[in-house]
């Protein structure tokens, strides 16, 4: 199955904002919910942005969008403990299966 | 709070098989869909698997199909993998997911993963 597409790599300084993308296609990101998974040091991946909601405990300078195949998770005001790994996914209805992004890793210089 | 913990995870030769296990609590384990999801050594994450509440529908990643069998225990709140026919490339931490309420195309929380190695 196709992965969706994610940037290899995005950084930026403390306080800045970055914007992390997500491109599929009409099948999945176009037509499914999107969600956003943060990986630091290799752990458990922890959920950040499912659809437009804020698991509690993520704090709010996260957020999420998606303009038609494309979603995009939003981090303004970037903290030295953003950085990690960041996955994307999304259900695609055609394969009948789930798809991840292949990942964006976030340094904060 | 929604805790799951995964098990079952060892070290096991090529074509061997292995359970996994996903002990859920904290949350009505038997409204939830789950997902088995793993992450190769240095690699990114990867789709297993998915069950749904009830048990009725379940689907699997290409990769996966025809070898490995997700199933359910609602009455012990737990979620099972039955991996057949294992190949060096399923060498992975494999994790449970639990899905958000309402939404059975994401996840919500997530366990800390067990071990699979495949080797001879």
């Known amino acids: 199955q196709s992965a969706l597409t994610q940037e290899a790599s995005v950084s930026g300084t403390v306080g800045q904002k970055v914007t992390l993308s997500c491109t599929g296609n009409?099948?999945?990101?176009?037509?499914?919910?999107v969600g956003w998974y943060q990986q630091i040091s290799h752990g458990a991946p922890k959920t950040v942005m499912f659809?437009?909601s804020l698991p509690s405990g993520i704090p709010d300078r996260f957020s999420g969008s998606k303009s038609g195949t494309t979603a995009s998770l939003t981090i303004s005001g970037l903290q030295p403990e953003d950085e990690g790994d960041y996955y994307c996914s999304t259900w695609d209805y055609s394969l009948n299966a789930h798809l991840f992004g292949g990942g964006t890793k976030l340094t904060v210089l | 709070q929604v805790q799951l913990v995964e098990s079952g995870g060892g070290v096991v030769q090529p074509g061997g098989s292995l359970r996994l296990s996903c002990a859920a609590s904290?949350?009505?384990?038997?409204?939830?869909?789950i997902h088995w999801v793993r992450q190769a050594p240095g690699k990114g994450l990867e789709w297993v698997a998915f069950?749904?509440?009830?048990?009725?529908?379940?689907y699997y990643a290409d990769s996966v199909k025809g070898r490995f069998t997700i199933s359910r225990d609602n009455s012990k709140n737990t979620l099972y993998l039955q991996i057949n026919s294992l190949k060096a490339k399923d060498t992975a931490i494999y994790y449970c997911?639990?899905?958000?309420?309402?939404?059975?195309?994401?996840?919500?929380?997530w366990g800390q993963g067990t071990l699979v190695t495949v080797s001879s």
């Open positions: 069950i749904r509440y009830d048990g009725t529908n379940k």
């Open positions: 659809g437009n």
């Open positions: 009409s099948n999945n990101v176009g037509g499914y919910a």
């Open positions: 904290g949350f009505p384990f038997s409204s939830y869909g």
């Open positions: 997911a639990k899905t958000p309420p309402g939404d059975p195309y994401n996840f919500d929380y």
